[in-house]
């Protein structure tokens, strides 16, 4: 019996050590073994009908309130209006992607109804809330050429190499508002705000699709050793180029480049 009891001890011993040994990676490791547990949710490709045609009624109006605009107060008030405008329908058009299948070569034009790759899902999300750009010309660029097809380079922060937990803390406690952010083979979507972030992007791991992650489940942005993003709706060109209806000319890399830098 004696030794029986030693056996016990010295087993759970070398598990407890093991745990320990292992202790940052299990949390990761656990919600890879409970993914396949998770119901995908369904896309909705109908509401994202409805907030296609809404964006552009919405935008019609704005751009007429801005047009009638005579000081600067007026202007402003109609800039604030559209940034949070935008603010709530660029993530609520997202989510209707949630569920959709990704590919590598994805070019789905609506949520479910084929595959979508990283690139295509932030470029098409962007033409359909009513910024006029080539979402094919844009999906095929590098993700930070993606960023700069809206900012310019000094309204764009770069960290490399620096921790996940720093990072996400600087961005959960930054301005709110709808970010692109480029990884070293991947562009998503950043949404900010008093609750922290999530982060929406076409997954090119499991599940294998378009998802909304919250700062502790966000496993390509913390993998990521490169991190670049922007914060589109503060900025008050991209504000005027949408109510405009602008052209916004892709910053262009070579498809092969392109390419290689995204999933």
Not at 41 to 60: I, N, V
Not at 118 to 132: I, K, N, Q
Not at 232 to 240: A, E, F, G, N
């Amino acid at each position: 019996m004696k030794r029986f009891l030693l056996t016990i001890l010295a087993t759970a011993g070398i598990v407890c050590a093991v745990c320990w040994h292992f202790r940052d990676s299990l949390p990761a490791a656990w919600r890879k073994v409970a993914e396949p547990m998770v119901t995908k949710p369904t896309p909705d490709a109908a509401r994202y009908a409805e907030l296609k045609e809404e964006a552009q009624r919405r935008r019609r109006d704005l751009s007429a309130k801005y047009a009638k605009a005579r000081t600067k107060e007026e202007k402003d008030r109609v800039m604030a209006e559209t940034r949070g405008y935008l603010e709530t329908l660029l993530p609520a058009m997202m989510r209707c992607w949630l569920g959709t299948t990704w590919d590598f070569h994805g070019t789905a034009d609506t949520p479910g109804q084929g595959k979508i790759a990283c690139g295509y899902f932030v470029a098409t999300v962007l033409r359909d809330a009513g910024f006029e750009v080539d979402r094919y010309k844009l999906a095929q660029q590098a993700s930070q050429n993606i960023i700069r097809t809206f900012l310019p380079s000094e309204a764009m922060t770069l960290r490399v190499g620096v921790p996940y937990e720093n990072f996400a803390s600087e961005v959960a406690g930054a301005e709110p508002g709808i970010r692109i952010v480029g990884l070293d083979s991947h562009v998503a979507f950043l949404v900010t705000g008093p609750d922290g972030f999530h982060f929406i992007h076409s997954s090119g791991c499991k599940p294998w699709c378009v998802v909304d992650e919250g700062r502790d489940d966000a496993e390509a942005l913390r993998r990521s050793n490169y991190r670049v993003h922007g914060l589109l709706t503060s900025d008050r060109t991209v504000l005027l180029r949408w109510l405009k209806a602008e052209k916004i000319a892709v910053k262009e890399t070579s498809t092969a480049t392109a390419s290689a830098k995204r999933r």
